[in-house]
Structure formats: C-alpha cells, structure tokens
C-alpha cells in the first residue's frame, strides 16, 4: 500500500527559525493531511489539502502541495519551544488514512 | 469535551494471557480504526470499522480481534498476547476525513 515517506527523518532548529518538512508519496490521493505527535502522545490533525488545492495556511503552518511529484510540504513559520513533536503526513486510501514513518523536529530555546 | 478514550493507558502482561484495551468516542462517529505504532515503521492500520458490525482488517491484523456492538465502542481484543505485539496502540474514531485520536495505550508483553 502506499506510504507517505517524510524527510528528513529529524530536524533541530532555534527558536524562531523556520522549519520545513517534506513528504513524499507514491499513488494517487484525494486529499494529503499533516499530524503531530508530542512524545507518547495520540496525534492530533494539523491541516488537510485537497488534491486540487495547492497551498494552504493555518495560523503559522503553510502547507503545500505538487501532485506532479506527489509530494507535499510543512513549513513551520517562527517556530517555538513548543512546537517540539513528531510529525506526520497521512495519505488516503481506500477506508483508511496511510502515514509515514514522521519527522522528528526539536526546537531549542 | 469531545474526546476518544482508551483504557489502559499502559499494561505489561505476559505471553497468552488475554487481555483487552477498550475504546470509546464521544463524538458519534461512525468510522473507528485501531492502530500500532512501533520505532522505524511508523503508525500500521490493525483494523477498521465503518459502522456498528462492520469491521474489516487493516495492515497489520493478525493477533487481534475486534467488535463494534454500539457506535460508540471499538474494544481491541488480544486473544493470546506474544511479544512481538508490544507496542503503542491507538485508537481513532473519523469525521470528514479527519482522525481524532485517543492517548495510546503503552502494551509490554513479557
């Protein structure tokens, strides 16, 4: 089955650098969703694109979205402390969602 | 609130004592799924219901069991635990494409 494959595996950054995540996929998709994970935590939805959207915005998340090279990006504006997880994109497939094995991003005071 | 609730949150137990992690939603979904996430390989679908008695295998089913006898209720039955099926369970009730996820439930089988 398909599998969404994000990259790189882990990011360290600074407070208020940005932070971009990519993942990659292999089939067709209707829609492509982000998800983050705090450690040991359940994962909580971030934002959905569809597959006839290109970018999208929420708050300091923008993401974006190249069904030509069945890929899509997470870009974390002025990131925080806070923001420190794992996350994930999530394909759909036929009655399920499909993720990748996630980015693990820290974010130091 | 609006919340899906899994019990217990951790438990160790041991080879073939059978045991159940229990899920509820509050939010009167229709689709509930369970998933395992382990180092490495990410989160693995174990099975999904659409409605109440409809259930089908996911990725990863083998070991398991599950029911959907109320809509709200998704219960995960291990019949005879072995330890290749330590991990962190999930489980996820869906709206509009959206999952809502329970806390996990951390499962040691010695």
């Known amino acids: 089955s398909q599998q969404g494959e994000e990259d790189p595996q882990a990011l360290s950054i600074q407070e208020g650098e940005n932070a971009t995540m990519n993942c990659s996929y292999k089939?067709?998709?209707?829609?492509l969703q982000w998800y983050r994970q705090n450690s040991g935590r359940g994962l909580v939805h971030l934002i959905l694109i569809r597959s006839n959207e290109r970018e999208k915005h929420s708050g300091r998340l923008r993401v974006t979205l190249d069904t030509s090279k069945k890929s899509s990006s997470l870009l974390i504006t002025a990131s925080r402390a806070a923001d420190t997880a794992s996350y994930f994109c999530?394909?759909?497939?036929?009655?399920?969602?499909?993720f990748g094995t996630g980015t693990r991003l820290q974010v130091f005071p | 609130e609006a919340q899906v609730t899994q019990n217990p949150r951790y438990l160790i137990t041991v080879t073939g004592k059978k045991l159940t992690v229990t899920c509820s939603q509050n939010?009167?979904?229709?689709?509930m799924s369970w998933y395992r996430q382990d180092p490495g390989l990410g989160l693995r679908q174990i099975y999904y219901?659409?409605?109440?008695?409809?259930?089908d295998k996911g990725d990863v089913p083998e070991g398991y069991k599950v029911s959907r006898k109320e809509k709200r209720n998704f219960p995960l039955i291990l019949e005879s635990p072995s330890p290749n099926q330590t991990s962190l369970y999930f489980c996820?009730?869906?709206?509009?494409?959206?999952?809502?996820f329970g806390e996990g439930s951390r499962l040691t089988v010695l």
């Open positions: 089939t067709s998709i209707n829609n």
């Open positions: 999530a394909t759909d497939d036929t009655d399920k969602l499909i």
């Open positions: 219901s659409m409605n109440v008695e409809v259930t």
């Open positions: 939010m009167n979904h229709e689709y």
């Open positions: 996820a009730s869906e709206n509009a494409g959206e999952l809502f």
